[in-house]
Structure formats: structure tokens, C-alpha cells
């Protein structure tokens, strides 16, 4: 089974940047970003299609964060600009196989990073 790392996490203020990163020890069609803030339920960041690197985002933080890999597939990297105190949460790489552009396509989550923004 696929193994997730993700590093990058921080402290940042309010309009500042933070670039996390998930290293994948295999393939996976679909690679994304989640977060879940205390007391929240996990929500859907990010996905992206790693054979036509289409990438896809929630409203939430779309023109803020860009989602893109490396050459050889095994970094994901989630670029978060003009941070604000509602992005604060822990971040999860996830996988899965189809439907990359949705929540329920993923199956298979890391053990996160932690984003803290203060205002």
C-alpha cells in the first residue's frame, strides 16, 4: 500500500505563504489535499489527475492555492498564498483511483501537517 509523508506545516500570519509537501512511496491516479480544523469535518482541498496534471480546488481556496507534482511523480506539493485565519487546520495528503476532482475519490489519507494562520 501506497505510504504518505507530508511535511511543510507552520506558523504563518494572515496573507502569508506556506508550501506544503507529500511524498508518496508509490502511484496513484488521483492525488489531493484535505483539511479538518477543530471540531470541523474534513473537507476536500485539492485534487489533482496525475496522468493529464488537471488539477481541480474547492471555492474556498481557489486563486490562493495551486496543487502540482513532480516530474516523477512522487512529491506532491500544495503552494497556499495569501493565507488566511479560516485556512488554519491540519492538512492531509490523500489518493485514490477515480473521480479526482471529488471528495469521495479518495481513499487513502497521510498523517497530515499542521497550518496555523494568525490574524
Known sequence: QVQLVESGGGSVQAGGSLRLSCAASGSSRCMGWFRQAPGKEREWVAGLYTDSRRAFYADSVTGRFTI????????????????????????????????????????????????????
Open 68 to 119: 502540482s507534482q513532480d516530474n516523477a511523480k512522487s512529491i506532491l506539493f500544495l503552494q497556499m498564498n495569501s493565507l488566511k485565519p479560516e485556512d488554519t487546520a491540519m492538512y492531509y495528503c490523500a489518493v485514490g483511483r477515480t473521480f479526482c476532482h471529488l471528495p469521495r475519490g479518495y481513499d487513502f489519507w497521510g498523517q497530515g501537517t499542521q497550518v496555523t494562520v494568525s490574524s
